[in-house]
């Protein structure tokens, strides 16, 4: 199995939504800042990273692609 991170360049995201809508049990909206949160994210420079579960792993690919910043990433090793 593969092991997946699931990484935000939070510093660029507008707060569309698309991903809270697209895969709720990791995304979150801060309306205080106007962004997503990576639920269970640490914040890492200008990105926030946390580990990927294999059932969340296409809803993410999907969040990834319809992210109109294209700054949400998922990036696996064998
Ligand atoms: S889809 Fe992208 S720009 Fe929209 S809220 Fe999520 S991270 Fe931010």
New binding site residues.
């Given amino acids: 199995m593969k092991k997946c991170k699931l990484i935000?360049f939070r510093k660029d995201?507008?707060?569309?939504?698309?991903?809270?809508l697209i895969a709720p049990q990791n995304?979150q909206m801060n309306n205080e800042e106007g962004?997503?949160d990576l639920i269970g994210g640490v914040t890492k420079g200008d990105t926030v990273v946390t580990d990927l579960l294999e059932i969340d792993y296409y809803d993410n690919l999907k969040?990834a692609e319809?992210?109109?910043?294209n700054?949400?990433k998922v990036v696996c090793s064998d």
């Fill in positions: 935000q995201c507008i707060g569309c939504h698309a991903c809270v995304w962004k997503s969040a319809a992210c109109p910043m700054i949400i």
